[in-house]
């Protein structure tokens, strides 16, 4: 089994940082391409940032220049750096990545909880 557990959520205000943490654990061989993406209540999920395992990002338009995306292969896990949060950035933020669990499987994709992130005006 595959889990990704986020971690890094919280109140902030406007203007503010936070930095979200998505920890990878399981059996994993390899893992492809890892993103955030987020749901605010009442709306579609949404995404928000990618990157490859080459360290290819790409980003939603609302979020360039004030989001990076990075990860860490050796410790499987993928950070979100939130800079200059919007009342509009407020919710709930999930990790995504494409898993392969042995060398000849196939990729499948796993989501995490979520974590909330509030930001106040």
């Known amino acids: 089994q595959v889990q990704l557990v986020e971690s890094g959520g919280g109140l902030v205000q406007a203007g503010g940082s936070l930095r979200l943490s998505c920890a990878a654990s399981?059996?994993?061989?390899?893992?492809?391409?890892m993103g955030w993406y987020r749901q605010a209540p009442g709306k579609q999920r949404e995404l928000v940032a990618t990157i490859s395992s080459d360290g290819t990002a790409n980003y939603a338009d609302s979020v360039k220049g004030r989001f990076t995306i990075s990860r860490d292969n050796n410790k499987i896990t993928a950070y979100l750096q939130m800079n200059s949060l919007k009342p509009e950035d407020t919710a709930v933020y999930y990790c995504?990545?494409?898993?392969?669990?042995?060398?000849?499987?196939?990729?499948?994709?796993?989501w995490g909880q979520g974590t909330q992130v509030t930001v106040s005006s």
């Open positions: 995504n990545a494409d898993v392969r669990r042995t060398w000849n499987g196939g990729e499948r994709n796993y």
């Open positions: 399981g059996s994993i061989w390899r893992i492809n391409d």
